[in-house]
């Protein structure tokens, strides 16, 4: 292919089957097609649970933190995994499903229950990791998983907490430590890349506000506020979470044959669009950024 292959062309990022079925395929590069079942079946609970189907929940109505913000993640983790794995000794066929597990329900923790009719999921914004985890905890349960597996998929969701140190989470060993990096370097390489990110940053400065997320007092200071975010970001991502970003160079090069990593290059367009649009156009951004119909109606 093309070095000039955009990574959003490479799988229909609205469509969760195409997801799942790209995660299989880069799943099974490297282990039996059986073990892929776990991972399919948490992955059709989530659906039903973002969907409003998973009983006692309500459907998922954040539209930042929506069910593409998880499947973007995990598309993201499943091509880190599957570049590690070219590079290195691979990780158990166990180890890679429990990380893939806990970045299907990192986010769970934004659902409601049934009876919770006030405001939306965003509200818990500031305390969401910890609500994923318990919810994590009794569907590993109900799913007859080990609390090893458990303990391990808590610590990996962790690295995604915005406030939490990597150093302080007592990782079992240096692959699971290595995985809740990819899991927390997923986080961010899959919403900052995705095609309609710039747009979806109205949305999050909503769930900000509803969450009573400080520092944020307008849509305008939030987009500012991002570039800000995206410089600290590159030095999380290269410090805190030791580079394993850059497996995806070895994912792309073995699978498309591109030689670059398609997250970065991305991600910095993106970037370079909206410094561009606040220097140029800061009364208009909302048309600037506009891809997703729905903003038309906000």
Do not use: W
Request: with cysteine; aromatic share 12%.
């Amino acid at each position: 292919m093309k070095e000039k292959m955009q990574i959003s062309s490479l799988v229909n990022m609205n469509s969760p089957a195409a997801i799942i079925e790209e995660v299989k395929r880069n799943f099974i590069e490297h282990y039996n097609i059986s073990d892929f079942e776990l991972i399919r079946r948490t992955f059709n609970d989530f659906n039903d649970l973002f969907d409003g189907n998973y009983p006692g929940y309500r459907a998922c109505n954040t539209k930042f933190h929506d069910k593409t913000h998880t499947t973007d993640a995990l598309i993201a983790i499943s091509r880190l995994i599957d570049g590690y794995n070219i590079r290195c000794s691979k990780f158990s066929a166990r180890e890679a499903q429990i990380a893939h597990l806990a970045t299907i329900l990192h986010d769970s923790g934004y659902i409601q229950i049934k009876s919770d009719k006030t405001g939306t999921g965003a509200k818990y914004t500031l305390f969401h990791v910890e609500r994923s985890i318990a919810f994590m905890e009794n569907y590993f349960k109900r799913i007859r998983l080990g609390r090893k597996d458990f303990i391990s998929a808590r610590n990996m969701v962790h690295c995604t907490g915005v406030t939490t140190k990597i150093s302080d989470i007592k990782f079992s060993g240096k692959h699971e430590k290595t995985l809740g990096l990819m899991l927390g370097t997923s986080d961010l390489l899959g919403q900052m890349s995705s095609r309609i990110y710039l747009e979806k940053l109205m949305y999050l400065y909503q769930e900000f506000k509803e969450g009573n997320v400080p520092g944020y007092d307008s849509e305008l200071e939030l987009l500012k506020n991002t570039i800000k975010f995206y410089d600290e970001t590159k030095v999380k991502l290269k410090t805190e979470f030791e580079s394993v970003y850059n497996y995806a160079r070895d994912h792309f090069k073995k699978r498309y044959k591109i030689s670059k990593n398609l997250y970065e290059t991305t991600i910095e367009s993106h970037i370079g669009y909206l410094k561009r649009a606040l220097k140029m156009h800061p009364d208009d951004l909302r048309n600037l950024l506009r891809r997703h119909k729905s903003l038309n109606s906000d």
